[in-house]
Each structure stands twice: as structure tokens, then as C-alpha cells.
């Protein structure tokens, strides 16, 4: 456990004054990525937002680092790529607009032409100087997706990345975060389909 | 302090790409501001009596009414959830939204209030005295509008629920604001109330930015 990057101990969520879940444990090596499991409502995004330091524990602790990750918020935040199921893109912007805006909001510079190519790498080229207004739910998913393409975080927290793409994008997707473990990185996600990443992937289902 | 001018101009971006939400505003302020004139009657003395009131009112409605947007199209689109996971400070970030606020809410109507005023035979004096406590009190009002919306973020009727909570606190603003024209009208000197603005803008800039950033991490948990 002492080695782990990102640690959880019993840690427990609420929601409603209702426990959600049994209090789970886990511990993430560099290179190591879990799949969170559960049925509706089982809690998986409760607790993806409370590793990332948006929703309160309701017991247990989590380390970044060996150190309390609300301790150092800064460093901690510096460190992790959140994508929820808002994606944060803003419908009046460009693509490559919001790519740019995403990277600079988690303290990166990106030029427009970097953006450009990490669009290009989700298929995206013809439409990233479209509003995102005009682009279909896969096409904006794709859109915050190219934010992992250029992303420098170490801690990948994914809720239902997978959700809304075609196969082509399934796969694409599959490869960056088999990319991103291969790098020494962490990732946690969620998600209702089975997914390999090769057999640095542990998997824990959430029971109440 | 880049993210700072990145946020401002991405909201100042965003505005212009749907230009009738900041028009409506300054439209609204146009409209109370001539509305009155009609209502009461062309009697010089009235007018120069009542317009420095009826003007400021009218900036404090205009601005309320720009609060509702402030956040919640952020919050929607969880705009707002990758600024509290951002590295950079969150008062920053912060500041960064209200400073926009003012720019689209605030400046447009420092910068239309003397027109409006040739309609109530203020002169030249009271005009400039009028444009100066604008431009110390709307900062003021964005401060501490910006506190209230966000902590109605995701309030169901959030939009009524803001006027009711920020409102009194507007009361002040509005008595030095307003008292200023008064009192240069009536001989006394507008320094006083000057004074008094700036005393409330400071710490309205100073603490603001840090309320609302405490205020975010409770409506996002």
C-alpha cells in the first residue's frame, strides 16, 4: 500500500443522509488502472467526484502521493484530470476554443495548433472550427476527449468515458488510456461495458 | 494572474456570441431611465430632484438582473466543476467571473448614464459626480451579487431568491450613490458620499472573491 500513487481506506459516501455504498479500500501503483463497477445509483459518480475532491467523504481518507489530497489542493489538482458527465465545453465556443480554454483551466499552455492536432487525433479536423453548439453529443464527447490526447496530469478520474461513441471511438479511446497506464499514469473510470486494458486493470464493484 | 485575463476575456467572448443577454440589460436600463420622464411630466425641477434616484435604481435593477446568468450557464455545463479542479486558485477564478460581470453589466451603464441624465435636466456637475459614483458603486454591486448567485447556484427559483438576498444588501450603495448628485445638487459637496463608496467598494473587492469561491465548493458538493 505504501507505494501506491492514489490510496483509498474505507472510504464511504453519502448521499441524502444514505450511505451509499460498503466502505472500500483500494490502492493504485503507478501504471494501474481500475474499473469501477455498480448498478445505477450505486454510487460510482459520488465517488469518483469525492476522489477528485468535489463531494466530501463520508468516512475514510484518501492519499495522492502519500499525502491527504485536500491537504495540498493545489498539487493534488495539478495532478488530476476529471471528466464528468457534464463535460464543461461551452456551446458558443470552437472546438479548438475549448480545447484551449480546458488546457489553460488546468494550469497548461496549449497553442491553437496543438489543439488542432489533438482534435485531429479524435477525428475532428473538418469541425474544430465549428460552435460547439452545431456538433453532435458523440462529437463534443470526442471534443472533451481530446483534452486527454494533450493532457500532461498523472490521475485520470473518467465517468463513463465510453458512453455516446461509436466503435471507432471505443477503440480509439481504449488505446489512449492503455497509453496513459503504459506511462506510468493512474486512471480510475466508470463504465457499464466490459473493458480490457490489459491485466494492470483491476476491477471493484460498489454494493450497498 | 494570466488565468485571471484568459477567464475574463472567455466570458467577455462568450457574451458577444449571444449578445441579447448583455443587451437586455442596458436596454432594460435605457428603458426604466425613459420611462420616467413620460410618467411624471416635464417639469424641470421634479425631474432634476428625482433623476439621480431613479437613475440608480435603475442601474441596481439592470445589474440584479444580469446575476441569475452569472454562474448558472457555467454550472450547467460544468464549466464550473473544472474551474474548482483547477490548479489555480479558486478566488481567482473567482475574481475573474465578477470582473466579467461588471464589464458586461456594469461599465455600459457608467458609460450611458450621463445621456440618460440630459433627460432629467441634471447638469454637467451632477453628471459627472453621477458617472463617478456609478463607476465606485456598480463594482460594488457585482461583488456582492455575485456572492449571493453563487451561493443560489442550483436553487430551483434561484433567480427570485437572489433579488431577495442581495437587495438590502444593495441599500447602501444606493443612499450614497444617489445622495452623492443630492447632496452636490443641494451645495453640500458630493465628497462625503464619495468617500463613503470607496470605503464600501475595498473591502467589497477585497472579500468578494473569497466568499464566492467558499460559497462554489458548498453548491458543487
Not at chain 1, 463513463?160 to 461509436?166: K, Q, T
Given at each position: 500500500m505504501n507505494s501506491a500513487l492514489l490510496s483509498a481506506k474505507e472510504v464511504g459516501c453519502e448521499r441524502g443522509g444514505r450511505s451509499l455504498f460498503q466502505p472500500i479500500s483500494f490502492g493504485l501503483q503507478p501504471g494501474q488502472a481500475l474499473h469501477l463497477q455498480g448498478d445505477n445509483g450505486a454510487g460510482k459518480t459520488t465517488l469518483l467526484r469525492a476522489l477528485a475532491g468535489l463531494t466530501p467523504l463520508a468516512m475514510g481518507e484518501v492519499h495522492w502521493r502519500g499525502q491527504a489530497c485536500l491537504e495540498n489542493r493545489s498539487a493534488f489538482h495539478a495532478d488530476l484530470l476529471f471528466l464528468g458527465h457534464a463535460l464543461g465545453l461551452k456551446d458558443e465556443l470552437t472546438a479548438i476554443e475549448n480545447v484551449v480554454l480546458g488546457a489553460a483551466m488546468a494550469a497548461q499552455q496549449l497553442s491553437p495548433a496543438q489543439a488542432l492536432t489533438a482534435l485531429s487525433a479524435q477525428g475532428l479536423r473538418s469541425r474544430a472550427h465549428l460552435p460547439l453548439r452545431v456538433l453532435s453529443q458523440g462529437q463534443k464527447r470526442r471534443v472533451a476527449l481530446a483534452r486527454l490526447q494533450s493532457a500532461s496530469a498523472r490521475l485520470w478520474l473518467l465517468d463513463?468515458?465510453?458512453?455516446?461513441?461509436?466503435n471507432d471511438a471505443v477503440l480509439a479511446l481504449q488505446a489512449l488510456l492503455q497509453a496513459h497506464v503504459a506511462q506510468g499514469g493512474v486512471l480510475v473510470f466508470t463504465s457499464h461495458q466490459p473493458v480490457s486494458l490489459g491485466k494492470q486493470m483491476q476491477s471493484l464493484r460498489l454494493q450497498a | 494572474m494570466n488565468i485571471f485575463a484568459t477567464l475574463v476575456m472567455r466570458d467577455l467572448r462568450l457574451a458577444f456570441r449571444r449578445k441579447s443577454e448583455v443587451l437586455s440589460g442596458v436596454f432594460f436600463f435605457v428603458v426604466v431611465a425613459a420611462l420616467f420622464p413620460l410618467a411624471i411630466g416635464p417639469e424641470p425641477a421634479m425631474l432634476r430632484q428625482i433623476g439621480p434616484g431613479v437613475l440608480w435604481v435603475g442601474a441596481l435593477l439592470a445589474s440584479m438582473l444580469a446575476l441569475p446568468r452569472l454562474l448558472e450557464a457555467d454550472y450547467r455545463d460544468g464549466a464550473l466543476e473544472n474551474m474548482l479542479l483547477s490548479p489555480h486558485p479558486l478566488w481567482l477564478l473567482a475574481a475573474g467571473k465578477i470582473a466579467a460581470h461588471w464589464l458586461l453589466s456594469g461599465l455600459p451603464l457608467v458609460i450611458l448614464a450621463p445621456v440618460l441624465g440630459l433627460q432629467f435636466n441634471l447638469s454637467s456637475d451632477a453628471l459627472s459626480v453621477l458617472c463617478l459614483t456609478l463607476l465606485l458603486g456598480t463594482p460594488v454591486l457585482s461583488c456582492v451579487g455575485a456572492i449571493g448567485a453563487a451561493l443560489t447556484l442550483g436553487v430551483r427559483g434561484g433567480g427570485v431568491l437572489i433579488s431577495l438576498l442581495v437587495l438590502p444588501l444593495y441599500v447602501p450603495v444606493l443612499v450614497f450613490g444617489a445622495g452623492a448628485v443630492h447632496a452636490l445638487q443641494s451645495g453640500l459637496g458630493a465628497q462625503a458620499h464619495v468617500s463613503i463608496l470607496l470605503a464600501l467598494l475595498l473591502p467589497a473587492l477585497f472579500f468578494s472573491p473569497w466568499a464566492c469561491s467558499a460559497a462554489l465548493r458548498i453548491a458543487l458538493e
Open positions: 463513463e468515458p465510453f458512453v455516446a461513441l461509436d | -
